[in-house]
């Protein structure tokens, strides 16, 4: 047996380093909660990283359903006519590493309640992903929580008499006996102390999105007279900040000054923005306004091009706003993962550029199914040096 197990032993993962855990079980995702392209390309993804192993270490095929062709459970989450929803399991999941991966802000999935078709609210799929935590425990060797864009993530903190949503469900998660939280870009990661003693992981997109937008755009000079990172607001600040170091650029920001008639006055603070490329870094992009002010004052002071990027592409008020700004020519790209379900008429709008996550999403699966280290998909600063040096050296070329 010890023989069988060489191999193994000397197994490195890709991007992780040496790492010689065995899995914790057979992989098991849940992704009936997902947009269906996108988890199809998670499972594709993840099952040619398993290929790529199994070619150079056969013995792997020795633990249980290491190579699939289908990682994904099966289940039924329809509703009674009332709206009451359940959670069914059709496959068995007896021993698995499960992964329920789960878009709460999704507004493509519908019910019918009383008669009347309605969308899905982050509540009813909140409550989904409770339901399939419970019909999984007990027989799953483990529980595993992957929801890119935070749950009442805007509700972080306490102010005056509002209610802490956000550390509410993260507490009510973790008391049902999951093993680990993963989300993405959190709007303040400081909510992970809401459960400082279980595993709260938070990943960040920028390496995806500056490689897709070096991709698109070819003709990006990053460097301190020609580009520039702008933060829109102070609560964004710190995400621009990591942009703007690793770019080795200068960094500007908008701030409140105050509100007058449901309106938001900005100032702004940084360097001159004539004849730059600008690229402004948030979060989210729910209305769009915020961004479309900032961009209409850089755009007034002679910024050459403004790019937005950011990591979920709400606009819950549609986009004829964002429309407008590109065919004036305010807006050049808007860059966004898709981590999170992207309506059709995004996808045709010629200023929206989508950044795929699903290997990143399979990367993440695979090194917490081996309890591998997660540090250089955490911290991915060497690789976004590396890409950012190959792109200068290609443009000076």
């Not at 989904?128 to 972080?156: H, K």
């Not at 002071?301 to 004829?320: C, D, E, Q």
């Not at 999403?361 to 590396?386: F, G, Q, Y």
């Amino acid at each position: 047996m010890e023989s069988e197990n060489v191999g193994w032993k000397s197994f490195k993962f890709w991007r992780y380093g040496e790492n010689t855990m065995e899995p914790v079980g057979p992989i098991g995702i849940i992704t009936h909660q997902l947009n269906r392209t996108f988890a199809d390309n998670i499972n594709s993804c993840l099952r040619r990283r398993r290929e790529n192993y199994v070619q150079d270490y056969p013995e792997l095929l020795n633990y249980p359903a290491y190579l699939r062709k289908d990682y994904r459970i099966e289940v039924d989450l329809s509703r009674f006519r009332t709206g009451e929803g359940k959670a069914k399991l059709l496959d068995d999941v007896r021993g698995h590493d499960l992964f329920i991966i789960t878009d709460v802000i999704n507004n493509g999935t519908y019910m019918t309640r009383f008669g009347q078709t309605i969308s899905l609210s982050p509540d009813d799929q909140y409550m989904d992903l409770i339901r399939l935590i419970s019909a999984t425990q007990g027989v799953a060797a483990r529980i595993n929580v992957i929801m890119p864009f935070l749950y009442e993530g805007r509700r972080y903190q306490r102010q005056s008499r509002q209610s802490t949503d956000c550390a509410v469900m993260l507490r009510q998660l973790f008391s049902f006996g999951i093993s680990n939280f993963i989300t993405y870009d959190a709007h303040d990661g400081r909510v992970a102390n809401a459960v400082p003693r279980h595993n709260f992981e938070n990943f960040p997109t920028a390496l995806q999105i500056i490689e897709r937008m070096l991709e698109v755009i070819p003709d990006l000079q990053i460097n301190s007279d020609k580009f520039m990172v702008i933060s829109p607001s102070e609560t964004s600040i710190s995400r621009a900040i990591y942009y703007a170091t690793m770019m080795r650029v200068p960094l500007g920001t908008f701030y409140r000054i105050h509100e007058r008639d449901d309106s938001l006055e900005r100032g702004f603070l940084g360097d001159d923005v004539n004849g730059r490329d600008v690229i402004i870094v948030d979060d989210l992009f729910d209305t769009g306004e915020a961004i479309l002010a900032c961009a209409n004052y850089l755009k007034e002071h002679g910024a050459r091009r403004v790019i937005a990027v950011a990591t979920f592409p709400l606009f819950s008020n549609g986009l004829l706003s964002m429309n407008q700004a590109y065919d004036y020519g305010i807006i050049d790209k808007v860059f966004a993962t898709n981590l999170i379900r992207i309506p059709r008429a995004l996808f045709d709008a010629p200023w929206f550029v989508p950044v795929d996550m699903s290997e990143n999403l399979a990367s993440v699966i695979d090194a917490a199914n081996h309890e591998a280290s997660l540090s250089k998909l955490l911290a991915p600063d060497a690789r976004i040096h590396e890409i950012l040096h190959t792109y200068s050296e290609n443009l000076q070329a």
